[in-house]
T-cell receptor
Framework: DAKTTQPPSMDCAEGRAANLPCNHS???????VYWYRQIHSQGPQYIIH???NNETNEMASLIITEDRKSSTLILPHATLRDTAVYYC???????????FGQGTELSVKP | DAGVIQSPRHEVTEMGQEVTLRCKPI?????LFWYRQTMMRGLELLIY????????DSGMPEDRFSAKMPNASFSTLKIQPSEPRDSAVYFCASSFSERVEQYFGPGTRLTVT
């Protein structure tokens, strides 16, 4: 079972920041937070991951709360091509399988 | 760089036929994963390999499904005999190790009639 809770859907205006929340209140100390997205009819795409500290790469920023019970994925300037289902996944440091929940369907609108 | 390559991209077959899905992981990656996606069950792992050895096959539905990885650059997922409930999109993913991010292929859309 997925260990995360995400809103089923969100809208965002093109050019604005998209902030996607994720709750993972049962996360343990050795578990990472991963974000993937799936654009319609494509395979899932890795975005970013983190353990404790905030992380940033060319795609997005990941903000993890101090107690690590929740996180937010930030797409700083959303475009129409960012319309996708976004999955927040908690995974321990042993790796292995990714357990996908239902994700958040983000719609970026003109 | 070439990503994960899957073939065929689409497969339509009749119930009872054998189906073979193929995957070429990213060069240098040591872990390979097979996932299945359906509307009812979402994305779920079927099996994964590390250094060509199957590590976790607990997601393989039943004996009709089998997977092999004869070398570091090729894997197959076989369904024999196929059934209509096997209709789904099958994704292959690879990673440098089982502990890091996975990169997914474009998927094979299987329809069993």
């Amino acid at each position: 079972d997925a260990k995360t809770t995400q809103p089923p859907s969100m809208d965002c205006a093109e050019g604005r920041a998209a902030n996607l929340p994720c709750n993972h209140s049962t996360i343990s100390g050795n578990e990472y937070v991963y974000w993937y997205r799936q654009i319609h009819s494509q395979g899932p795409q890795y975005i970013i991951h983190g353990l404790k500290n905030n992380e940033t790469n060319e795609m997005a920023s990941l903000i993890i709360t101090e107690d690590r019970k929740s996180s937010t994925l930030i797409l700083p300037h959303a475009t129409l091509r960012d319309t996708a289902v976004y999955y927040c996944i908690v995974r321990d440091n042993q790796g292995g399988k990714l357990i996908f929940g239902q994700g958040t369907e983000l719609s970026v609108k003109p | 760089d070439a990503g994960v390559i899957q073939s065929p991209r689409h497969e339509v077959t009749e119930m009872g036929q054998e189906v073979t899905l193929r995957c070429k992981p990213i060069s240098g990656h040591n872990s390979l994963f097979w996932y299945r996606q359906t509307m009812m069950r979402g994305l779920e792992l079927l099996i994964y390999f590390n250094n060509n050895v199957p590590i976790d096959d607990s997601g393989m539905p039943e004996d009709r499904f089998s997977a092999k990885m004869p070398n570091a650059s090729f894997s197959t997922l076989k369904i024999q005999p196929s059934e209509p409930r096997d209709s789904a999109v099958y994704f292959c993913a690879s990673s440098f190790s089982e502990r890091v991010e996975q990169y997914f292929g474009p998927g094979t859309r299987l329809t069993v009639t």
